[in-house]
């Protein structure tokens, strides 16, 4: 085969772990791809417990365990993904397993399977730590995303939920809970 060159090259997408030094990025990816629904709180919360621990300082006995991802496209990084884990039903209103609580793709890199790696590594942390259900609460007014979910063998959970989701100006939207089964 002399003369054919064949692409061995790695994947133009990648995923990789979200340290405290590209948390920014995270933070501005998301005010881009969901302008006005996450305070930079949010995230800088992701690594308190971190800056406290670097402080001599006593962390809190209760943490969350979160898991985060940057997507990059070509080494530019245009998505992320902030899971949590939640081990067992808080309220009527949630569900045990992993609960997705930003997933985002800049909208000139969405259409290139960036958003599905995003969900699969979720998908994936769900079954490492035993549980059986990926979910996300999304804002009941945005069809499309809900339509992405549900593409991705997502099922609404009940009814629509009044002013669930609080937003950066205070205002409130109403949510509906979407959920998919992992065996």
Known sequence: MKGVVRNMGRDICTLDNVYANNLGMLTKLAHVTVPNLYQDAFFSALFAEDSLV?????????????????????????????????????????????????????????????????????????????????????PAVDDLTKQWFIAHGFEQVGETVNNFIKGVNGDEQDAILLKKHIS
């Open 54 to 138: 670097a402080k001599n300082k006593k962390p809190s006995s209760k943490k969350d365990v979160h898991f985060t991802q940057m997507a990059y496209y070509s080494e530019i990084p245009v998505g992320g993904l902030v899971a949590k884990l939640v081990p067992k039903k808080q309220n009527e209103l949630s569900l045990k397993g992993i609960q997705i609580e930003f997933l985002g793709v800049l909208p000139n890199y969405r259409h290139k399977s960036i958003g599905s790696k995003l969900l699969k590594f979720a998908e994936d942390k769900c079954s490492e730590c035993h549980q059986h259900n990926v979910f996300v609460y999304l």
